[in-house]
């Protein structure tokens, strides 16, 4: 079953048919992703959504920079807000993976231009680089992270009434000389 069955549900409706798989271009929404992914690691998808808004509040809107210059008072602050997922692992993973993507911005230019230096990769590969850059990013958190993002396909079904605005948008595994990574 796709994400495209969801996609009459309320939460899963809006988040289907205007961001999933759309191309990302902003470092700072691209980082939400990767901290929404690992924040679902052994939850719903569904449970996400719902604290999307809890999410955004508590961690300053996704900003970079911001989130990797927390500290322990800001550890605690989210430790103990009940709008978002508290815990521990993931807290400390979207703070440490937030100083590491300065790093790549400062290497790289941005986030993004790290993603597309990157790609394409086969998702084994591009595991491989998440499990050497980031932490907290497992297999499944990286192929849900790439597919959201655009970098690789799958997100909709060809069918899918989104599908072809997703392609009109160029998502980067849709300019592969194959069109498939």
Known sequence: ?????????PFHGPYHDREYGFPVRDDNVLFERLVLEINQAGLSWLTILKKREGFRNAYHGFEIERVA??????????LADAGIIRNRMKVDAAIENARRIRH??????????WLDAHHPLPLDDWRRVFRTTFVFTGGEIVREFLVS????P?????????????????PPWARTPSGRT
């Open 154 to 170: 799958g997100a909709h079904d060809t069918d899918c009434p989104v599908y072809p605005r997703v392609l009109a948008r160029r």
């Open 69 to 78: 210059r927390y500290t322990g008072r800001d550890r605690a602050r989210l």
């Open 1 to 9: 079953m796709s994400y495209c069955s969801a996609a009459s549900l």
């Open 149 to 152: 993002t655009g970098y690789l």
């Open 104 to 113: 790549l911005q400062a290497e790289h230019g941005s986030f993004l231009a």
